[in-house]
Protein backbone atom coordinates (compact mmCIF):
# COMPACT_ATOMS: atom_id res chain seq x y z
CA UNK A 1 0.00 0.00 0.00
CA UNK A 2 2.95 2.68 0.80
CA UNK A 3 4.75 1.32 -2.48
CA UNK A 4 1.15 2.23 -4.22
CA UNK A 5 1.12 5.39 -2.55
CA UNK A 6 4.62 6.52 -3.57
CA UNK A 7 4.05 5.41 -7.19
CA UNK A 8 1.06 7.45 -7.12
CA UNK A 9 3.40 10.73 -5.65
CA UNK A 10 6.00 9.92 -7.83
CA UNK A 11 3.35 9.67 -11.32
CA UNK A 12 1.85 12.97 -9.67
CA UNK A 13 5.35 15.02 -9.77
CA UNK A 14 6.39 13.98 -13.19
CA UNK A 15 2.65 14.83 -14.76
CA UNK A 16 2.97 18.17 -12.58
CA UNK A 17 6.56 18.82 -14.15
CA UNK A 18 5.38 17.79 -17.62
CA UNK A 19 2.76 20.10 -17.48
CA UNK A 20 5.11 22.86 -16.25
CA UNK A 21 7.56 22.62 -18.94
CA UNK A 22 4.79 22.05 -21.92
CA UNK A 23 3.12 25.69 -20.64
CA UNK A 24 6.94 27.13 -20.32
CA UNK A 25 7.81 25.81 -23.75
CA UNK A 26 4.18 27.17 -25.07
CA UNK A 27 5.29 30.71 -23.15
CA UNK A 28 8.78 30.95 -24.90
CA UNK A 29 7.34 29.93 -28.47
CA UNK A 30 4.81 32.58 -28.04
CA UNK A 31 7.32 35.20 -27.28
CA UNK A 32 10.03 34.49 -29.84
CA UNK A 33 6.91 34.36 -32.36
CA UNK A 34 6.16 37.76 -30.83
CA UNK A 35 9.78 38.83 -30.95
CA UNK A 36 10.03 37.98 -34.98
CA UNK A 37 6.64 39.34 -35.95
CA UNK A 38 7.36 42.68 -33.91
CA UNK A 39 10.78 42.52 -35.69
CA UNK A 40 9.41 42.57 -39.41
CA UNK A 41 6.84 45.11 -38.48
CA UNK A 42 9.51 47.31 -36.78
CA UNK A 43 12.36 47.01 -39.78
CA UNK A 44 10.55 45.53 -42.36
CA UNK A 45 11.05 42.18 -44.26
CA UNK A 46 14.68 41.54 -45.59
CA UNK A 47 13.53 42.41 -49.06
CA UNK A 48 12.79 45.88 -47.83
CA UNK A 49 15.90 46.13 -45.89
CA UNK A 50 17.83 45.37 -48.87
CA UNK A 51 15.71 48.28 -50.89
CA UNK A 52 16.63 50.43 -48.14
CA UNK A 53 20.59 49.87 -49.04
CA UNK A 54 20.57 49.78 -52.02
CA UNK A 55 18.92 53.57 -51.85
CA UNK A 56 21.90 53.86 -49.06
CA UNK A 57 24.14 53.08 -52.03
CA UNK A 58 22.46 55.42 -54.60
CA UNK A 59 22.99 58.84 -52.08
CA UNK A 60 26.36 57.69 -51.70
CA UNK A 61 27.29 57.36 -55.37
CA UNK A 62 25.49 60.78 -55.83
CA UNK A 63 27.48 62.25 -52.80
CA UNK A 64 30.70 60.68 -54.27
CA UNK A 65 29.56 62.54 -57.73
CA UNK A 66 29.14 66.00 -55.90
CA UNK A 67 32.08 65.76 -54.37
CA UNK A 68 34.45 65.36 -57.52
CA UNK A 69 32.45 68.47 -59.03
CA UNK A 70 32.68 70.37 -55.79
CA UNK A 71 37.05 69.25 -55.88
CA UNK A 72 36.92 70.39 -59.43
CA UNK A 73 35.50 73.34 -58.56
CA UNK A 74 37.87 73.86 -55.79
CA UNK A 75 41.02 73.52 -58.12
CA UNK A 76 39.56 75.91 -60.63
CA UNK A 77 39.04 78.61 -58.12
CA UNK A 78 42.71 77.69 -56.68
CA UNK A 79 44.36 78.52 -60.06
CA UNK A 80 42.66 81.87 -60.64
CA UNK A 81 39.65 80.67 -62.99
CA UNK A 82 35.97 80.90 -63.06
CA UNK A 83 34.53 78.13 -61.91
CA UNK A 84 31.86 76.80 -64.83
CA UNK A 85 30.69 73.17 -64.71
CA UNK A 86 30.72 70.93 -67.19
CA UNK A 87 27.84 70.39 -70.00
CA UNK A 88 28.37 66.37 -69.04
CA UNK A 89 30.01 64.47 -66.60
CA UNK A 90 33.94 63.19 -67.11
CA UNK A 91 33.83 59.54 -67.44
CA UNK A 92 35.91 59.09 -64.32
CA UNK A 93 32.91 61.11 -62.36
CA UNK A 94 30.24 59.08 -63.68
CA UNK A 95 28.86 56.29 -61.47
CA UNK A 96 26.26 53.08 -62.32
CA UNK A 97 22.73 52.62 -60.75
CA UNK A 98 23.26 49.57 -58.98
CA UNK A 99 20.05 47.64 -60.34
CA UNK A 100 19.54 48.94 -63.12
CA UNK A 101 23.67 49.75 -64.25
CA UNK A 102 22.53 52.74 -65.76
CA UNK A 103 24.07 56.37 -65.09
CA UNK A 104 22.49 58.55 -62.60
CA UNK A 105 21.12 61.55 -64.01
CA UNK A 106 23.33 64.74 -64.67
CA UNK A 107 21.94 68.52 -65.32
CA UNK A 108 23.38 72.02 -65.30
CA UNK A 109 21.28 74.20 -64.24
CA UNK A 110 23.72 77.23 -64.06
CA UNK A 111 27.06 78.18 -63.94
CA UNK A 112 27.29 76.65 -60.28
CA UNK A 113 24.20 74.67 -59.73
CA UNK A 114 23.22 71.34 -61.06
CA UNK A 115 20.97 68.24 -60.06
CA UNK A 116 22.23 64.72 -60.11
CA UNK A 117 18.64 62.14 -59.99
CA UNK A 118 18.46 58.42 -59.03
CA UNK A 119 15.21 55.87 -58.86
CA UNK A 120 14.66 55.32 -55.24
CA UNK A 121 12.72 51.85 -54.28
CA UNK A 122 12.03 53.30 -50.86
CA UNK A 123 11.13 56.77 -48.94
CA UNK A 124 13.97 57.91 -46.97
CA UNK A 125 11.32 59.40 -44.33
CA UNK A 126 9.72 56.18 -43.67
CA UNK A 127 12.98 53.45 -43.35
CA UNK A 128 14.95 55.98 -40.72
CA UNK A 129 14.95 54.32 -37.09
CA UNK A 130 15.09 56.92 -34.42
CA UNK A 131 17.29 59.22 -36.96
CA UNK A 132 18.96 61.91 -35.34
CA UNK A 133 21.09 63.30 -38.36
CA UNK A 134 22.29 67.18 -38.79
CA UNK A 135 20.34 69.84 -40.42
CA UNK A 136 22.45 69.54 -43.09
CA UNK A 137 21.43 65.70 -43.79
CA UNK A 138 17.86 66.93 -44.65
CA UNK A 139 19.80 67.50 -48.31
CA UNK A 140 19.69 63.62 -48.94
CA UNK A 141 15.76 62.87 -48.14
CA UNK A 142 13.76 61.82 -50.66
CA UNK A 143 10.57 59.86 -51.95
CA UNK A 144 10.16 56.63 -53.37
CA UNK A 145 10.65 56.81 -57.54
CA UNK A 146 12.53 59.33 -59.43
CA UNK A 147 14.13 62.19 -57.60
CA UNK A 148 16.29 64.91 -57.93
CA UNK A 149 18.98 66.63 -56.00
CA UNK A 150 19.56 70.59 -56.87
CA UNK A 151 23.25 70.93 -55.65
CA UNK A 152 25.58 74.01 -55.72
CA UNK A 153 29.35 73.02 -56.80
CA UNK A 154 30.34 75.57 -54.34
CA UNK A 155 29.79 74.18 -51.20
CA UNK A 156 30.89 70.89 -50.23
CA UNK A 157 28.07 67.70 -50.15
CA UNK A 158 27.54 66.71 -46.69
CA UNK A 159 28.33 63.44 -45.44
CA UNK A 160 25.55 61.06 -45.60
CA UNK A 161 25.81 59.36 -41.93
CA UNK A 162 23.28 55.53 -41.68
CA UNK A 163 22.01 55.68 -38.09
CA UNK A 164 19.78 52.51 -38.55
Avoid at 84 to 90: H, I, Q
Wanted: charged share 20%; net charge positive; aromatic share 8%.
Amino acid sequence: MVLLELAAAAAYKVMSQSKFNRQFALLATALVTTGVIAGFWRLGSPNTQRQIRLDHQRIEDIRQIALSLYQQAQQAQNRGKPVNLPASLLPAQRRIEPISGEAYKYRRLDRTHYQLCANFATDSASNRLGDHRPANQDLWHHPAGQHCFKLNVLESPPEHFIYE
